[in-house]
T-cell receptor, first 114, second 110 residues
Framework: EAQVTQNPRYLITVTGKKLTVTCSQN?????MSWYRQDPGLGLRQIYY???????DKGDVPEGYKVSRKEKRNFPLILESPSPNQTSLYFC?????????????FGAGTRLSVL | EDQVTQSPEALRLQEGESSSLNCSYT??????LFWYRQDPGKGPEFLFT???AGEEKEKERLKATLTKKESFLHITAPKPEDSATYLC???????????FGKGTRLHILP
């Protein structure tokens, strides 16, 4: 079954404690993205990756890092989380960056930073 | 700057009452406009991609249309199971970012 898997689904942490949210896809997709979704602001793209070792900033990259060492994995790293990073996070993937490709989303990670 | 504005923010309809959701956009060279459905607590689910003005796509009770400035998602004779948030997004030719609107929350009353 085609899947984008995020872990954990829920996370409560404290300010400054480094954390990683994992994302894995089993569809051999080239393009992967991270989004955050906040009430009243909608979905905003944090980072995206066109392929292995190729990453680029989205609209709200400050405070986040990503890496793409393998095609299937695209972890999101918060080196020093702050309360304003409390949000619902989604990972997504598509075959490549061309618009004709369907973007598949994970189930989401709800993060609370105290 | 690329931008997507969706209206209305929320819409309540009676079952069977047809209506349209609007997505206005400004983008440097549209490569694709996307519609997604999002149910509470879940990730968005792809519905349609439109590429050029005049294009239309249909799926069950939903029909998406595109002009040079906006897209409409028409819902015909909706059922309660069509209740969800509908998201519009664009991708321009400036880069490979995808810009989403804030969504329209649709509630269909039985």
């Amino acid at each position: 079954e085609a899947q984008v898997t995020q872990n954990p689904r829920y996370l409560i942490t404290v300010t400054g404690k480094k954390l990683t949210v994992t994302c894995s896809q089993n569809m051999n997709h080239e393009y992967m993205s991270w989004y955050r979704q906040d009430p009243g602001l909608g979905l905003r793209q944090i980072y995206y990756s066109m392929n292995v070792e190729v990453t680029d900033k989205g609209d709200v990259p400050e405070g986040y890092k990503v890496s793409r060492k393998e095609k299937r994995n695209f972890p999101l790293i918060l080196e020093s989380p702050s309360p304003n990073q409390t949000s619902l996070y989604f990972c997504a993937s598509s075959f490549n960056h061309r618009p004709g490709n369907i973007q598949y989303f994970g189930a989401g990670t709800r993060l609370s930073v105290l | 700057e690329d931008q997507v504005t969706q209206s209305p923010e929320a819409l309540r309809l009676q079952e069977g009452e047809s209506s349209s959701l609007n997505c206005s956009y400004t983008v440097s060279g549209l490569r694709g406009l996307f519609w997604y459905r999002q149910d509470p607590g879940k990730g968005p689910e792809f519905l349609f991609t439109l590429y050029s003005a005049g294009e239309e796509k249909e799926k069950e009770r939903l029909k998406a249309t595109l002009t040079k400035k906006e897209s409409f998602l028409h819902i015909t004779a909706p059922k309660p199971e069509d209740s969800a948030t509908y998201l519009c997004a664009v991708q321009g030719n400036r880069d490979d970012k995808i810009i989403f609107g804030k969504g329209t929350r649709l509630h269909i009353l039985p």
